[in-house]
């Protein structure tokens, strides 16, 4: 914590600690939704490799999709709301919602510590990933590799 909040306001540290997964896991999936329609897309006219050549280019060019991604973003800031109501009498982890219907989440606490740092590492790196990925394909006009 470089700036100090934690020192500065110890009772809010989870909050900080759920918004830091949160925008982890929000950058992961940018990243691959970044990537991966520069290769695969949906199908339908109006997503097609002419009608929007860069990624980039879909938030301009599909106005009515980015409303549903506006709304789908919103419910789950909606759902969140619980965490920051609460914060001084947390009664979860920060990020944990308790939804794992792979059953994935190990039970050993020493292997859950590992996977919630791996969590946390691979979504800080995301972070900074999906801003290059922007701030690349802006600059050059290219998509992906963005060179």
């Not at 500065?8 to 970044?34: D, I, N, Q, T, Y």
């Not at 339908?44 to 060019?61: L, N």
């Not at 059953?103 to 801003?131: C, F, H, T, Y």
Request: aromatic share 10%.
């Amino acid at each position: 914590d470089p700036a100090g909040f934690c020192e500065s306001c110890p009772e809010w540290v989870p909050w900080f600690r759920e918004a830091e997964l949160k925008h982890g896991r929000v950058s992961m999936l940018a990243v691959l939704g970044a990537v991966v329609p520069e290769f695969v897309r949906i199908p339908g006219e109006q997503f097609s490799f002419e009608s929007i050549p860069k990624v980039i280019d879909a938030h301009d060019a599909l106005p009515d999709s980015m409303i549903q991604i506006f709304a789908a973003i919103s419910y789950v800031e909606a759902t969140s709301f619980g965490a920051l109501a609460n914060m001084n009498e947390f009664d979860r982890a920060p990020g944990d919602f308790g939804f794992d219907p792979l059953k994935l989440k190990p039970s050993d606490p020493a292997k859950l510590k590992e996977l919630q740092l791996k969590e946390l590492k691979n979504g800080r790196l995301a972070m900074v990933a999906i801003g290059g990925i922007v701030a690349g394909s802006l600059v050059s006009g290219h998509g992906f590799p963005y060179v």
